[in-house]
């Protein structure tokens, strides 16, 4: 679910788990996947389409919490959440170089 997402999300996966898992993700949408995320009705069958939790990306992101000093709990990631990625200016519909840097 998370290549299929693109971005931040997408770079972070693949740089993970390598080019090789690719062609298991176009295969597409499975009816032996378990029944979670979004559901499809395509020609008379159910179909699944497994969607990210929150606490997938948060995990994919790196997320963890730090005590501040005035005992309230912050947030805090390795890497940037979809939605400051989405408002970033290196979210440009492509992962470049500058991306990296």
């Not at 979670?36 to 606490?55: A, P, R, V």
């Not at 992101?61 to 005992?71: D, E, L």
């Not at 979210?91 to 500058?98: K, P, R």
Request: charged share 15%; proline share 4%; aromatic share 12%.
């Amino acid at each position: 679910a998370a290549l299929l997402c693109g971005g931040i999300l997408w770079q972070l996966v693949l740089h993970s788990l390598g080019f090789d898992i690719l062609p298991l993700v176009l295969i597409g949408i499975s009816q032996d996947a378990v029944p979670f995320g979004q559901m499809l009705s395509l020609n008379g069958k159910t179909h699944f389409n497994d969607d990210l939790s929150e606490e997938e990306v948060d995990f994919i992101c790196r997320m963890y919490y730090v005590y501040t000093n005035n005992g309230c709990i912050e947030k805090l990631s390795w890497w940037p959440r979809p939605q400051a990625w989405a408002g970033s200016g290196l979210d440009m519909g492509f992962w470049s170089s500058q991306c990296k840097d």
